[in-house]
């Protein structure tokens, strides 16, 4: 297999395991070369205390494979020009155009879900018509070349998918194998389907918030000419 050209795009306050977790998966893959893309070389914080550090920047090559991770940093990001022009650009080329957890709203605010189904956390699923996307409910979704993953640990579901489409079952599966990824939770609590209320409680005022910050930001890239 030739050099797979794979590249995620990082920002400050980016969720780690949305990013960290398809990059274990997708760096196992025969000829993958990993390419970890910020706006610049400096470490980038993410929202649970650990540094990021890039090996390239905006000038990085063309990918085969773009990635964007979520995290409420993406609040920024979808306001950064220069970090929507790049995933827009990228994407053009790119054989795969793929987010994680609200990393959707980066590829929607490139214009990239316009039309097209798509998911996120599912927080955020009702701000999906704001980027012209389609909520379909699903852990992944794939819409031509566009694959969007659901909350955070959906991240390594979605990068064993691209696995096996890009190097057949047989190899997603040893991936699989090689990080023991055999899930088996201790609560069946990991969705709101499912999630008694008490947990779901919980985090009402924190979601409602962050979503509130999430439409004014998408407000104003959507108004601006």
Request: charged share 20%; hydrophobic share 45%.
């Amino acid at each position: 297999m030739s050099q797979l050209n794979i590249g995620f795009v990082i920002f400050p306050q980016l969720t780690q395991l949305d990013f960290t977790g398809p990059l274990q998966v997708l760096s196992r893959l025969p000829g993958a070369a990993m390419h970890i893309i910020a706006k610049s070389e400096a470490p980038v914080p993410s929202d649970c205390g650990l540094s990021l550090v890039p090996t390239s920047t905006f000038a990085t090559p063309s990918l085969d494979v773009i990635c964007v991770p979520g995290g409420f940093g993406v609040v920024q990001a979808i306001e950064d020009r220069e970090t929507v022009e790049f995933v827009r650009r990228q994407a053009a080329g790119a054989k795969y155009v793929t987010s994680v957890c609200t990393g959707a709203f980066v590829l929607g605010a490139a214009g990239l879900l316009k039309g097209r189904r798509a998911t996120t956390h599912w927080a955020y699923t009702d701000l999906l018509p704001m980027v012209g996307a389609v909520h379909e409910k699903a852990r992944i979704v794939k819409d031509g070349n566009v694959i969007t993953a659901g909350g955070v640990t959906s991240g390594i579901d979605f990068a064993l998918s691209i696995a096996a489409d890009i190097a057949g079952t047989a190899v997603a599966q040893s991936i699989q194998l090689s990080i023991e990824y055999d899930p088996a939770p201790p609560f069946d609590a990991g969705h709101p389907d499912r999630a008694p209320e008490a947990a779901k409680s919980r985090l009402t005022a924190r979601y409602e918030r962050s979503r509130e910050a999430y439409r004014a930001s998408l407000g104003r890239v959507f108004a601006s000419p």
